[in-house]
């Protein structure tokens, strides 16, 4: 009965939470430089093609695109979102679910290639509706 009563993370996990925050932190500083990097990549790629702009990341892994001069008549992100998945399967998530409508969430945790090849695959898509 205890046990769906009360919650707790068990001790191992709390010895192992330690160990991360008290442990060498030359894995985060590689981690942010890395995820940098993709930032400025992925602004250099959105900026290279016209009708999409690119919010800034404050911090996350994840920009939104603003789609909102891509988007044709009538069409909102998550129809946007399924035409690209399905034309170019580039996935990005429409930022409606966020409360941002006529954007999409794009996740830098991707490779520099992959990332590359999808904004490759964005322009490609946004030139065939043009």
Do not use: W
């Not at 940098?36 to 690119?54: H, S």
């Not at 998550?78 to 990005?92: N, S």
């Not at 409360?99 to 996740?107: D, E, K, Q, T």
């Amino acid at each position: 009965m205890q046990s769906h009563q009360t919650s707790n993370a068990t001790a191992v996990s709390q010895y192992a939470a330690l160990a991360a925050i008290d442990g060498p932190q030359d894995c985060v500083d590689q981690l942010v430089s890395l995820l940098e990097k993709r930032r400025d990549l992925v602004m250099d790629c959105a900026a290279a093609i016209d009708r999409v702009d690119v919010l800034r990341p404050q911090g996350a892994f994840y920009a939104f695109l603003d789609l909102r001069a891509s988007l044709q008549p009538g069409e909102d992100d998550a129809a946007f979102c399924g035409a690209l998945l399905d034309a170019e399967h580039v996935a990005l998530v429409p930022g409606s679910a966020f409360g941002a409508p006529g954007h999409a969430r794009l996740s830098m945790a991707a490779s520099e290639a992959h990332l590359r090849e999808g904004f490759k695959r964005l322009a490609r898509f946004l030139d065939a509706r043009s």
